[in-house]
């Protein structure tokens, strides 16, 4: 043995030690939860990559939000992940000069969403 613990054993420790302090929570409410958790980690990351675009370019918040024609603290939700509003999201990387897209991936097929 390395004196090491796998990530896959470090997950289902948690897993274990999640549902042990929370006996009455089922397991459909389980998986609800962590795609819950997975939307929030993705809105999160995108966010992060529009605030990194925003700063590349020079940008304040309040100089994209005029732009945008919001306000500062709807760019500041944006760029934190506190909004899957992918409407908002695809006209402040428009602004920015990007593009975003969504791919619907089914088996070896993607199918770009528009």
Avoid: C
């Avoid at 909004?83 to 770009?112: C, F």
């Amino acid at each position: 043995m390395n004196g090491f613990t796998s990530w896959d054993e470090v997950k289902r420790s948690g897993e274990r030690i999640r549902r042990e302090a929370h006996p009455e929570v089922g397991g459909a409410e389980w998986a609800a939860r962590k795609e819950a958790a997975r939307l929030q980690q993705e809105a999160h990351l995108l966010g992060h990559h529009l605030q990194r675009l925003r700063r590349e370019r020079g940008l304040t918040q309040q100089q994209a939000a005029a732009q945008l024609g919001i306000t500062q603290a709807r760019v500041s939700q944006l760029e934190q992940g506190k909004s899957v509003d992918l409407t908002a999201m695809r006209a402040y990387a428009q602004a920015l000069g990007a593009r975003l897209t969504l791919v619907l991936e089914v088996d070896d097929q993607q199918i770009r969403i528009v």
